[in-house]
C-alpha cells in the first residue's frame, strides 16, 4: 500500500509586526494608566510602572524596525527573482549591521537629515536601556521642599559611547533633539510617544518608497484592549487599524502640555509625524485604463518600480 504523502509550509521568521503590536498594546494597557495617573507630575522622576513598559516599549519598537529593514532586504536582495532583478544588491548593508549603520544607508536625501538625526538619537536611548550603565542620581528640595531638582552622574566602570557623546546635550543626560533620557529610569510615556510618532514617519517613507515591499500592514486595536487610549473614536464604524490611527491617539492621549513639548521637540511640524503620505500616482488614475485592467492590477499589483532602478547615491 502507498504510503500517504504529507505536506509542509515554509515561512519567513519576521517579528516586526508582532513586536509592534505587543509593544503599543503594553504602552497602552501599562504605562498609560500610570501616566495618566501622573498627568500633573513633572517627570523626572517617573513612576516605576510608567516608566518600565515605556522604556520596554522603546526596546521592542527599534528592534521590530530592524526585523522590518531585513525582512525588506531579503525580498528585494535574497529572494531569488525570477528573471534575477538588477542592480542586486540593491541595499549596501547586510543583516548583522547595527541600525546606526543601516538607516545612513537608506536615508541619504539632505531633507532627511533630521530625521535620521531623531532615529539615531532613539537607538541612544533604547542601547541604555539593554546595555545596563548605572548612575548615582540624586533629588533634592528646597527647604520648603518645593523645587525639587534631579541629578544624574554616571558611576565609575560606565562610560559614555562615541555615538551617544555625538547625540547628547552637553551637560545633561538627554540627546540633543528629541530630548530623550539616557537615564534608563528617567523614560516616560511621553519618550515613548515621540518614539512612535518619528518611527511612524519612517515607516510611512519606506512604504512610500518601497511600496508593499516596506507595508507593515494593519494593526488592529480593539475596545475591550484600548478604549481608554483611543477616547473619542466611533467604534460603530469601525476599529482603528492604520499605524496612522496609533500614532494620532498616542499623541491625542497626551495633556495639551505634553503634545506641545512633543512637538517642540519634533522641530514644530506634527504632520509628517502623524499623516500618512499620499500614495503613489496607480494603475486606474485618470480615464486611461479600462474597468477590466484596473481590477486585474488590483489583484495582481505590478512589482514596485524600485525593484528595475539603480539604488540612489
Same mark, same amino acid.
Given at each position: 500500500m502507498a504510503k500517504a504523502r504529507g505536506s509542509s509550509s515554509t515561512s519567513v521568521t519576521n517579528l516586526s509586526f508582532n513586536l509592534i503590536e505587543s509593544a503599543f498594546l503594553l504602552l497602552t494597557q501599562l504605562s498609560? =494608566?500610570?501616566?495618566?495617573?501622573? @498627568?500633573?507630575?513633572?517627570?523626572p522622576p517617573v513612576a516605576r510602572q510608567e516608566n518600565?513598559?515605556?522604556?520596554?516599549?522603546?526596546?521592542? !519598537?527599534?528592534?521590530?524596525?530592524?526585523?522590518?529593514?531585513?525582512?525588506?532586504?531579503?525580498?528585494?536582495?535574497?529572494?531569488?527573482? *525570477? =528573471?534575477?532583478?538588477?542592480?542586486?544588491?540593491?541595499?549596501?548593508?547586510?543583516f548583522d549591521?547595527?541600525?546606526?549603520? $543601516?538607516?545612513?544607508?537608506? &536615508? $541619504?536625501? =539632505?531633507?532627511?537629515?533630521?530625521?535620521?538625526?531623531? !532615529?539615531?538619537?532613539?537607538?541612544?536611548?533604547?542601547?541604555?536601556?539593554?546595555? =545596563?550603565?548605572?548612575?548615582?542620581?540624586t533629588q533634592s528640595w528646597g527647604a520648603d521642599f518645593q523645587d525639587g531638582r !534631579?541629578?544624574?552622574?554616571?558611576?565609575?566602570?560606565?562610560?559614555?559611547?562615541?555615538?551617544?557623546?555625538?547625540?547628547?546635550?552637553?551637560?545633561?543626560?538627554?540627546?540633543? @533633539?528629541?530630548?530623550?533620557p539616557l537615564v534608563p529610569t528617567w523614560v516616560s510615556y511621553v519618550d515613548a510617544v515621540v518614539c512612535i510618532l518619528v518611527f511612524h514617519r519612517l515607516l510611512n517613507l519606506l512604504e512610500w518608497r518601497y511600496e508593499n515591499y516596506a507595508r507593515v500592514g494593519a494593526?488592529?486595536?480593539?475596545?475591550r484592549q484600548t478604549k481608554e487610549l483611543f477616547a473619542g473614536w466611533n467604534w460603530a464604524r469601525s476599529d482603528p487599524r492604520e499605524?496612522?490611527?496609533?500614532?494620532?491617539?498616542?499623541?491625542?492621549? &497626551?495633556?495639551?502640555?505634553?503634545?506641545? *513639548?512633543?512637538?517642540?521637540?519634533?522641530?514644530?511640524?506634527?504632520?509628517?509625524? &502623524? *499623516?500618512? *503620505?499620499?500614495?503613489?500616482?496607480s494603475l486606474g488614475g485618470g480615464g486611461k485604463y479600462s474597468l477590466t485592467k484596473i481590477l486585474q492590477g488590483r489583484k495582481s499589483p505590478p512589482k514596485p518600480e524600485f525593484l528595475y532602478k539603480p539604488p540612489p547615491n
Open positions: 498609560f =494608566p500610570a501616566y495618566k495617573h501622573n @498627568i500633573n507630575h513633572r517627570r518600565v513598559n515605556a522604556a520596554v516599549c522603546i526596546s521592542m !519598537l527599534t528592534s521590530a524596525l530592524d526585523y522590518h529593514l531585513c525582512y525588506l532586504k531579503y525580498l528585494r536582495d535574497v529572494y531569488v527573482h *525570477k =528573471p534575477p532583478l538588477p542592480y542586486t544588491p540593491y541595499f549596501n548593508w547586510v549591521d547595527t541600525l546606526s549603520v $543601516k538607516l545612513p544607508k537608506l &536615508l $541619504k536625501r =539632505p531633507r532627511e537629515k533630521r530625521l535620521l538625526a531623531q !532615529l539615531i538619537e532613539i537607538t541612544c536611548c533604547r542601547d541604555w536601556i539593554v546595555h =545596563p550603565k548605572f548612575y548615582a542620581v !534631579l541629578r544624574a552622574m554616571l558611576l565609575p566602570g560606565n562610560k559614555l559611547r562615541f555615538k551617544t557623546i555625538e547625540h547628547k546635550m552637553r551637560r545633561q543626560y538627554f540627546t540633543k @533633539i528629541l530630548k530623550l494593526i488592529t486595536a480593539y475596545q499605524l496612522e490611527d496609533w500614532a494620532k491617539g498616542f499623541f491625542q492621549s &497626551l495633556s495639551v502640555t505634553d503634545q506641545n *513639548k512633543v512637538k517642540k521637540r519634533l522641530g514644530g511640524r506634527l504632520g509628517p509625524y &502623524l *499623516k500618512k *503620505k499620499p500614495p503613489r500616482p
